[in-house]
DNA sequence: CAAGATTGAGTAGTCAATCTTC
DNA sequence: GAAGATTGACTACTCAATCTTG
């Protein structure tokens, strides 16, 4: 007793809120990833590039940028694009203005996927998140959003 | 136009309470992930595993309970545990009241691991999330927690 | 030599199959 | 036969190394 500083601690209501997120985020994505994989074919990342790729003009976008607005490293987006163009659904071409880059291309076959999945994903949400929650509570998710990810110390400095 | 019902999609407060919380999940876990491993050589798993048996009397706990609190399926249990007892943090024994059974308990090098990781990480935590919300926000958290987790459908069955 | 991207090795997690004990 | 647990095969992510072009 007194051999540790309560500070270091959290209390109920800090370690309720802490666990409650953390299990909410980890149960509702199992069952999120489980539906769609069922219903479609496709895992929650393959929906995030396909998203990504059909509102981009021309369906394509460069790896980089699919990795800036995914958050996720290079290799990883050039290992998920290289396992999705076996599966037919994106392609891959060069880029005319720098020959280093590579153009990211969602596929008909990408299309009809991202097309008949996302209704039934988009329900999904809403049937086990969005859905149950009030107007002040969907506000007060978005406001600690911007709180913490904006107090992250930067995480692409120095790769 | 009009291809589509409106209810089929997200407004844009509920997009965006929707994409604020899977952004903070992944960008928080990240960023906790990297600095406990950093400070103490322990993976985010390996830290739950630790908790939850040196909270639990004697230090031991089924493997069934442990994937029980982690909620994890019973081959990850193993395989973590397997790759935890290569290092010492943890080790098996027999159940002596049921021969299929098996323990798993903390090691004297965990309980080490575990006591000088633990103020650190709830440090960040408090840092980087907790401690950027106000009492309102954190029983917003909880509340949401209850509501949405209690809405699942029930992954243990038929498995 | 920076930036854009790919590759390979190593580690984690999932699913199905298996083994033993209840 | 079901519960408790382990194993192996497969897929996914990370990190470091590499290759090419700016």
């Not at 969602?106 to 086990?128: E, F, L, N, Q, W």
Request: hydrophobic share 40%; proline share 3%; with cysteine.
């Amino acid at each position: 007793v007194g051999a540790v500083d309560d500070a270091d601690w959290l209390d109920d209501r800090e370690q309720g809120a802490w666990r409650a997120f953390v299990q909410t985020y980890l149960q509702l994505n199992a069952v999120l990833g489980r539906e769609l994989l069922e219903e479609s074919g496709l895992s929650i990342q393959d929906y995030g590039v396909l998203v990504a790729l059909s509102e981009s003009p021309g369906g394509q976008m460069r790896s980089f940028e699919l990795g800036r607005v995914l958050g996720w490293e290079k290799s990883r987006v050039s290992h998920h694009v290289s396992r999705m163009t076996d599966r037919g659904l994106v392609a891959r071409h060069k880029c005319p203005t720098d020959q280093r880059g590579a153009f990211v291309v969602i596929t008909s076959r990408g299309r009809k996927a991202i097309t008949s999945a996302a209704p039934g994903h988009v329900a999904a949400v809403r049937r086990y998140f969005v859905g149950l929650l009030t107007t002040q509570e969907l506000d007060v998710l978005e406001q600690i959003g911007n709180k913490v990810v904006g107090a992250l110390p930067d995480t692409s400095a120095a790769e």
